[in-house]
C-alpha cells in the first residue's frame, strides 16, 4: 500500500451517515495523524462559517452552541499545518435518518423444503439475528404442488393442502406464517425458489418475493427444456406481474445454471428481475459451503441487465441470517415491505461479505441504481465507507464493462471519502472494496448509457450437451450487430474447425475428441469478430461400461457409463425420502451419488447413465448428461460395516450400529455413534421423512443408547457422515450397553459447534499426546491408545515425510518431538496440518499440570464415564479451564479452534500463577468469550495470525500450530 505522510483526518465521529437521534448538539470530533504540534482544525457545517475546533494531542473536537436543524448534516473539517491544508467531508444525520442502510438475507429454506426446521422457526431465529432488519424464506415451489394439482400464481389456495391445516393450501399457510412475524424492526418476506431440472437444459434457480400464488417444475410448460421454452415462458409471466414484486438469479454458475449465460434480455423481463446472487452458501466467507460468483454479475451487466448484487446464505441447516457474514444492503426510506421492495426496484442494493461495512456511491448526486438521462462528458463521483467493526476499508475501484478497473484507491482508515471527477466514457459504473482480510463489497452500478448486447448473445446445443465423436450435433445461436454483414461462422475444438454446415441461427460440428470440451462459436463481419463458448460433453462411439469402482477413483471430468441399482428415491417417486435432485447408484465394486436426478424413479430401479466425474462439497459425483432406466430389481440390501469403516466406503448404502457418543443437534439431525472403530456422525437432511409421509418425528435419542443406522456413506465440508434416506432406518436398539475401549479409534471428528467453533472435513487418525514437561519426568510419550494401534513412532523429524526443513513449522516439530508432547501420526507421517479434539487438548494441559486429582463431578453429560479423557475434563471444568460449549455440553470430540486452544491456555497458565490476566480488547474476528485470552496472546505474540496477518481465531487449529504456540508459551512464561 502506498505511504501517505500528509495530514490524516480519521475516527470522524458522529460516523459516516450515523444519526444523532434525541441530540441536536452533538460532539463532533476526529482524530489527526502525520500533523505537528502546530496544526490547526477547522469545521464547517453545511457549507457555513468555519469554526475552530479544540485540540488536545491528536483529537479535535467540536460542539454546537445551538441546536442543528434536522436531517442530514454535511460536516467538513479543514487542518492547516504550516504551508499544508487537508479537508475531509463527510454527512451524518442529525435526528434520524431520512434514508437508512437496512440489511438482510433473502434466500433461506425450512422443512417446507429442503431444509431443517418449521418456518416459525425460521422467522424467529432471523429476528433475532445479527445485522438483520429483512429476511426471506423462499423455499422450492415444487415442494408446494404436485404434477396432479399444480400451483399458479394468481391463486393463494392452488397446490398442495396444508399438512397442519386442510382448508387452506400450504402456500398460503405459509404466507400467512411470514406474514404474521412482521415487527416494527423487523420485516419478514415471503417467496419462493423456482428451480428447473438440470437433465436437458441448465437454466438455473430464481427467487421470486411476494407473489399472490406460484408456478414450480412440476408443470411441464415451465419445465420445458426444448430452446429454452421452459425459460422464456417463467420470464414472461414474472414480466406480466405487479410492482409489489421482485426475482432474483440465483447462484449462476455451470453447475447450477446461469440462465443460458444471460441470454435473452428484454426490458419487460428486467423490470421484475432486479438482483443476481454474486455470493451464495451457508458457510463461511471464503471457505467450504460459500460459493462466489462475482464474474458472473458483470456478464449479466454486459449483457445489456440493470441488476443490484446480493449475497446470500441459501440456509439449508438453520442458523437463518447469521451462518456467515454476508448481507444485503438496502438504502430505503423505511423498514415496510413497500419501502424495501421499492428500494430493491429501484437497485438500491449493494451487497457485502463484511456485516459492519456501510457504503455510499454518487454520481452526479444519483445515488447507486440510477441511470442518468443526461450525464455529460465529465462525472462527480462521491463515495463514502464506514466499517464499523473497526477494519481498514483498504482497496476502493471503480470498475466498468468487462470487469474493467478504471480507477484504484487505497485507504488504511476505517472511516473515509472519496470525492473525484471522471471522464464518461462508458455506460456503467460501480464500486468494488476489497478489505485487508479479502472480504468484497459491490455496489449496483450507475448507469450514463443502455448497455448494448452486441455479438453473440446466446449459443446453446441442441437437445441437450451430450454429443458422440464422429456424429452431427446442433448449436442454435443468436447474433446481434446492427448495421454489420456476417462474413463466416465457424465452430473451434482447440485450434480445429469442427464445423460442417450452417445457416442463420444454427450451425453443425462433429466434434473429434471426447471428454468434456470446450467449443468456441466465432462470427466474422465486415464490422469485426465475435466470440462465444459452449460446453459439450463428448462420448466416443461404443463407449464401455466401467464399474463403479473406477469412477470413484477418476479425475474430475472424466466421462464414464455405469450401469447401477437405485440406492434412495428420487423425488419425482417420492420427496419424503428423496434427496433434493440426488440419489445414489451402487454395482457390485461400490456405489456414488448422481446428479441431477427428479423423475419417478424408486429404489431399485436398475438404470444405465452417462455423465462426468464430478463434485459437490467434498463429496464425489457423477454428473449426469443421460439417463435410461434398463429394469428393476430386489432392492441391495445395506453392507454391515463398523463405525470406523464407514468413511472408506463413500456411496454405498451402508448398515452400522454403535453407542450414541454426543447428539449434536437437539432436532437429532446429527448424531455421533462409535462402536469403538471411530465414531461416524449420522445425518439428516431436515426435508427427509418417512415414506409417503410428512412425519419427521424421531425417537428419543441419548447419549450412551446404541443405534442403529442405515444410509448412504457420505461426506461434506463438516466431515464424512451416514446419509439417512428414510427416518425409519434410525432405530434404538433394545439390548444390552456394549463394551467400549478405553479410548476411541480417531478422537478426532467432524462434530457440529456454535458458530465460533465451525468444524471442517474430518481427517482421520489424529494422535496427539500430550506429557507433563517437566524436567527429567515425563510420561512414557505413548499415544492415546486407539482400538487398532498405530505402529510407534520414530521421534526424529528426519522420519516425517510431511515436514520438509524449509517448512515455517521444521523446528517447532523438532522441539515438540523431542519434548514428547506431539508424537507422530504414523512411523513417517507427522501430520502437520491435521487437527485435534477439544478432549485431547484438556488431556495434554491436564498432564502439563502434573495430572492432579480434583474433588466433585463435571456438569458435562456428553462426557463418557471411564472415559480416557474424563478425568482431565473433570480437572479442567474444576480448574476453570473450560466451561464447555454449554451448559451441558463439552464436545469432547470436536475439532478445537485456534481461539478456543488459546483460551484454555491461557486460562490453564491464569489458574497456575505463570501469568496475571489481562483485559481484553475488541479484535475482529474473535468471539467475545475469548477476546481476553486473544489479547494476551496478540500482545505477547503467543498468535501472529494466518497470512495477511489475519488472526483466523474461529477457524480449527492444526498440529503444527498447537506446537509454535505451545512452544512459545513455554519459552516466553515456563511451564510448572
Given at each position: 500500500m502506498k505511504v501517505?505522510?500528509?495530514?490524516?483526518?480519521?475516527?470522524?465521529?458522529?460516523?459516516?451517515?450515523?444519526?444523532?437521534?434525541?441530540?441536536?448538539?452533538?460532539?463532533?470530533?476526529?482524530?489527526?495523524?502525520?500533523?505537528?504540534?502546530?496544526?490547526?482544525?477547522?469545521?464547517?457545517?453545511?457549507?457555513?462559517?468555519?469554526?475552530?475546533?479544540?485540540?488536545?494531542?491528536?483529537?479535535?473536537?467540536?460542539?454546537?452552541?445551538?441546536?442543528?436543524?434536522?436531517?442530514?448534516?454535511?460536516?467538513?473539517?479543514?487542518?492547516?499545518?504550516?504551508?499544508?491544508?487537508?479537508?475531509?467531508?463527510?454527512?451524518?444525520?442529525?435526528?434520524?435518518?431520512?434514508?437508512?442502510?437496512?440489511?438482510?438475507?433473502?434466500?433461506?429454506?425450512?422443512?417446507?423444503?429442503?431444509?431443517?426446521?418449521?418456518?416459525?422457526?425460521?422467522?424467529?431465529?432471523?429476528?433475532?439475528?445479527?445485522?438483520?432488519?429483512?429476511?426471506?424464506?423462499?423455499?422450492?415451489?415444487?415442494?408446494?404442488?404436485?404434477?396432479a394439482n399444480l400451483g399458479t400464481i394468481d391463486d393463494e389456495n392452488s397446490g398442495l393442502k396444508d399438512p397442519r391445516d386442510g382448508s387452506k393450501s400450504k402456500w398460503k399457510r405459509y404466507k400467512e406464517i411470514v406474514e404474521a412475524a412482521r415487527t416494527e424492526d423487523f420485516l419478514p418476506i415471503y417467496g419462493y425458489e423456482m428451480t428447473w431440472t438440470k437433465t436437458g437444459a441448465n437454466y438455473g434457480h430464481m427467487n421470486t418475493f411476494n407473489t399472490k400464488g406460484f408456478v414450480s417444475r412440476n408443470s411441464d410448460f415451465y419445465n420445458d427444456k426444448t430452446d429454452s421454452k421452459g425459460l422464456l415462458r417463467y420470464y414472461e409471466l414474472i414480466s406480466g406481474l405487479g410492482t409489489d414484486t421482485f426475482s432474483q438469479f440465483n447462484h449462476p454458475s455451470k453447475t447450477f445454471g446461469n440462465f443460458d449465460e444471460f441470454a435473452y434480455y428484454d426490458p419487460k423481463v428486467n423490470e421484475n428481475v432486479k438482483l443476481v446472487e454474486i455470493g451464495n452458501g451457508e458457510g463461511p466467507i471464503h471457505g467450504d459451503g460459500y460459493f462466489p460468483s462475482y464474474d458472473e454479475y458483470i456478464k449479466a451487466l454486459d449483457m445489456g441487465w440493470k441488476l443490484a448484487p446480493s449475497i446470500n446464505q441459501d440456509n439449508h441447516k438453520k442458523r437463518w441470517g447469521d451462518a456467515n457474514d454476508g448481507r444485503n444492503v438496502v438504502i430505503a426510506d423505511g423498514l415496510t415491505k413497500k419501502d424495501i421492495i421499492t428500494a430493491i426496484r429501484?437497485?438500491?442494493?449493494?451487497?457485502?461479505?463484511?456485516?459492519?461495512?456501510?457504503?455510499?456511491?454518487?454520481?452526479?448526486?444519483?445515488?447507486?441504481?440510477?441511470?442518468?438521462?443526461?450525464?455529460?462528458?465529465?462525472?462527480?463521483?462521491?463515495?463514502?465507507?464506514?466499517?464499523?467493526?473497526?477494519?481498514?476499508?483498504?482497496?476502493?475501484?471503480?470498475?466498468?464493462?468487462?470487469?474493467?478497473?478504471?480507477?484504484?484507491?487505497?485507504?488504511?482508515?476505517?472511516?473515509?471519502?472519496?470525492?473525484?471527477?471522471?471522464?464518461?466514457?462508458?455506460?456503467?459504473?460501480?464500486?468494488?472494496?476489497?478489505?485487508?482480510?479479502?472480504?468484497?463489497?459491490?455496489?449496483?452500478?450507475?448507469?450514463?448509457?443502455?448497455?448494448?448486447?452486441?455479438?453473440?448473445?446466446?449459443?446453446?446445443?441442441?437437445?441437450?450437451?451430450?454429443?458422440?465423436?464422429?456424429?452431427?450435433?446442433?448449436?442454435?445461436?443468436?447474433?446481434?450487430?446492427?448495421?454489420?454483414?456476417?462474413?463466416?461462422?465457424?465452430?473451434?475444438?482447440?485450434?480445429?474447425?469442427?464445423?460442417?454446415?450452417?445457416?442463420?441461427?444454427?450451425?453443425?460440428?462433429?466434434?473429434?475428441?471426447?471428454?468434456?470440451?470446450?467449443?468456441?462459436?466465432?462470427?466474422?463481419?465486415?464490422?469485426?469478430?465475435?466470440?462465444?463458448?459452449?460446453?459439450?460433453?463428448v462420448y466416443p462411439k461404443g463407449l464401455a461400461t466401467s464399474p463403479i469402482s473406477e469412477v470413484q477413483k477418476a479425475k474430475p471430468g472424466e466421462i464414464f457409463q455405469i450401469e447401477g441399482i437405485l440406492t434412495s428415491n428420487a423425488s419425482g417417486y417420492d420427496k419424503a425420502t428423496a434427496f433434493f435432485d440426488a440419489a445414489y447408484v451402487q454395482d457390485e465394486t461400490g456405489g456414488i451419488n448422481i446428479f441431477p436426478i427428479s423423475g419417478n424413479y424408486k429404489i431399485g430401479d436398475r438404470l444405465k447413465i452417462r455423465g462426468i466425474r464430478d463434485g459437490y462439497q467434498d463429496e464425489r459425483q457423477l454428473s449426469i448428461t443421460s439417463m435410461e432406466k434398463i429394469g428393476e430389481t430386489t432392492p441391495p440390501q445395506p453392507t454391515v460395516l463398523p463405525t470406523g469403516k464407514v468413511k472408506d466406503n463413500t456411496g454405498l448404502l451402508i448398515q452400522t450400529k454403535g453407542k450414541v457418543v454426543s447428539v449434536v443437534k437437539d432436532d437429532l439431525s446429527e448424531i455421533m455413534i462409535d462402536d469403538g472403530s471411530g465414531p461416524i456422525k449420522v445425518f439428516i437432511d431436515g426435508y427427509i421423512g418417512r415414506p409417503k409421509s410428512d412425519d419427521k418425528s424421531m425417537p428419543k435419542i441419548a447419549v450412551g443408547d446404541?443405534?442403529?443406522?442405515?444410509?448412504?456413506?457420505?461426506?461434506?465440508?463438516?466431515?464424512?457422515?451416514?446419509?439417512?434416506?428414510?427416518?425409519?432406518?434410525?432405530?434404538?436398539?433394545?439390548?444390552?450397553?456394549?463394551?467400549?475401549?478405553?479410548?476411541?479409534?480417531?478422537?478426532?471428528?467432524?462434530?457440529?459447534?456454535?458458530?465460533?467453533?465451525?468444524?471442517?472435513?474430518?481427517?482421520?487418525?489424529?494422535?496427539?499426546?500430550?506429557?507433563?514437561?517437566?524436567?527429567?519426568?515425563?510420561?512414557?510419550?505413548?499415544?492415546?491408545?486407539?482400538?487398532?494401534?498405530?505402529?510407534?513412532?520414530?521421534?526424529?523429524?528426519?522420519?516425517?515425510?510431511?515436514?520438509?526443513?524449509?517448512?515455517?513449522?521444521?523446528?517447532?516439530?523438532?522441539?515438540?518431538?523431542?519434548?514428547?508432547?506431539?508424537?507422530?501420526?504414523?512411523?513417517?507421517?507427522?501430520?502437520?496440518?491435521?487437527?485435534?479434539?477439544?478432549?485431547?487438548?484438556?488431556?495434554?494441559?491436564?498432564?502439563?499440570?502434573?495430572?492432579?486429582?480434583?474433588?466433585?463431578?463435571?456438569?458435562?453429560?456428553?462426557?463418557?464415564?471411564?472415559?480416557?479423557?474424563?478425568?482431565?475434563?473433570?480437572?479442567?471444568e474444576a480448574k476453570g479451564v473450560t466451561a464447555g460449549i454449554s451448559e451441558t455440553a463439552f464436545d469432547p470430540h470436536g475439532d478445537i479452534t485456534r481461539e478456543a486452544f488459546v483460551a484454555m491456555m491461557y486460562r490453564y497458565y491464569v489458574s497456575e500463577g505463570l501469568i496475571e490476566s489481562v483485559e481484553g480488547k475488541p479484535l475482529d474476528g474473535v468471539s467475545p468469550w475469548a477476546q481476553e485470552a486473544m489479547t494476551w496472546a496478540v500482545d505477547n505474540k503467543i498468535v501472529v495470525g494466518r497470512e495477511n496477518g489475519n488472526l483466523a481465531a474461529k477457524e480449527t487449529i492444526t498440529r503444527a500450530e498447537i506446537a509454535a504456540i505451545t512452544l512459545r508459551v513455554m519459552d516466553r512464561f515456563g511451564s510448572k
Open positions: 501517505d505522510n500528509s495530514p490524516q483526518i480519521l475516527n470522524v465521529k458522529p460516523a459516516n451517515n450515523a444519526e444523532t437521534l434525541d441530540d441536536k448538539r452533538p460532539e463532533i470530533s476526529a482524530t489527526l495523524l502525520n500533523v505537528s504540534d502546530r496544526a490547526t482544525a477547522t469545521i464547517s457545517l453545511n457549507g457555513g462559517e468555519k469554526q475552530p475546533m479544540v485540540r488536545e494531542g491528536a483529537l479535535v473536537r467540536y460542539t454546537p452552541d445551538t441546536d442543528l436543524k434536522d436531517g442530514k448534516t454535511e460536516a467538513t473539517i479543514t487542518v492547516t499545518d504550516g504551508d499544508v491544508v487537508k479537508e475531509y467531508s463527510w454527512k451524518f444525520y442529525v435526528g434520524k435518518a431520512t434514508v437508512k442502510h437496512y440489511r438482510g438475507q433473502i434466500h433461506s429454506h425450512s422443512n417446507y423444503s429442503d431444509g431443517a426446521g418449521t418456518p416459525e422457526e425460521a422467522i424467529q431465529y432471523a429476528s433475532t439475528a445479527d445485522h438483520i432488519d429483512f429476511f426471506s424464506l423462499t423455499d422450492h415451489s415444487n415442494y408446494f404442488d404436485k404434477e429501484n437497485l438500491s442494493v449493494y451487497a457485502s461479505e463484511d456485516k459492519d461495512i456501510t457504503v455510499d456511491f454518487t454520481i452526479n448526486g444519483h445515488i447507486m441504481g440510477s441511470t442518468l438521462a443526461d450525464a455529460g462528458k465529465t462525472l462527480n463521483v462521491d463515495i463514502a465507507v464506514a466499517e464499523q467493526g473497526g477494519k481498514s476499508i483498504g482497496a476502493v475501484d471503480i470498475l466498468t464493462t468487462g470487469g474493467k478497473v478504471i480507477k484504484s484507491m487505497e485507504s488504511s482508515a476505517d472511516t473515509d471519502r472519496f470525492t473525484f471527477e471522471l471522464q464518461n466514457d462508458y455506460p456503467y459504473y460501480l464500486v468494488r472494496i476489497t478489505e485487508a482480510d479479502g472480504d468484497f463489497v459491490f455496489t449496483a452500478p450507475i448507469w450514463t448509457e443502455k448497455v448494448e448486447a452486441k455479438g453473440i448473445t446466446a449459443l446453446s446445443p441442441v437437445g441437450g450437451d451430450e454429443a458422440t465423436v464422429g456424429e452431427e450435433k446442433e448449436l442454435s445461436y443468436t447474433f446481434s450487430a446492427e448495421g454489420e454483414r456476417i462474413q463466416s461462422v465457424e465452430v473451434y475444438d482447440g485450434d480445429t474447425v469442427i464445423s460442417t454446415k450452417t445457416e442463420y441461427g444454427k450451425v453443425t460440428v462433429v466434434p473429434a475428441k471426447e471428454g468434456k470440451r470446450q467449443l468456441t462459436l466465432k462470427v466474422k463481419t465486415d464490422g469485426g469478430e465475435y466470440e462465444r463458448n459452449v460446453e459439450l460433453v446404541i443405534l442403529q443406522a442405515t444410509g448412504l456413506a457420505s461426506v461434506n465440508p463438516e466431515g464424512d457422515r451416514i446419509r439417512i434416506r428414510n427416518r425409519n432406518d434410525v432405530v434404538v436398539l433394545n439390548e444390552a450397553k456394549e463394551t467400549e475401549p478405553n479410548t476411541p479409534d480417531t478422537p478426532n471428528q467432524p462434530d457440529k459447534k456454535p458458530k465460533d467453533e465451525q468444524p471442517t472435513k474430518q481427517n482421520g487418525g489424529i494422535i496427539l499426546t500430550p506429557v507433563t514437561p517437566s524436567p527429567g519426568k515425563t510420561d512414557e510419550g505413548k499415544p492415546e491408545t486407539p482400538a487398532h494401534p498405530v505402529n510407534p513412532v520414530n521421534n526424529e523429524r528426519k522420519g516425517f515425510k510431511d515436514v520438509k526443513a524449509s517448512d515455517w513449522f521444521a523446528k517447532d516439530v523438532d522441539r515438540i518431538v523431542e519434548k514428547k508432547l506431539l508424537v507422530g501420526m504414523t512411523e513417517d507421517t507427522f501430520g502437520p496440518n491435521e487437527k485435534a479434539s477439544r478432549a485431547m487438548i484438556v488431556t495434554m494441559l491436564h498432564r502439563m499440570a502434573g495430572k492432579p486429582s480434583v474433588e466433585g463431578n463435571h456438569k458435562f453429560t456428553d462426557i463418557e464415564k471411564g472415559s480416557w479423557y474424563e478425568e482431565a475434563v473433570n480437572w479442567a
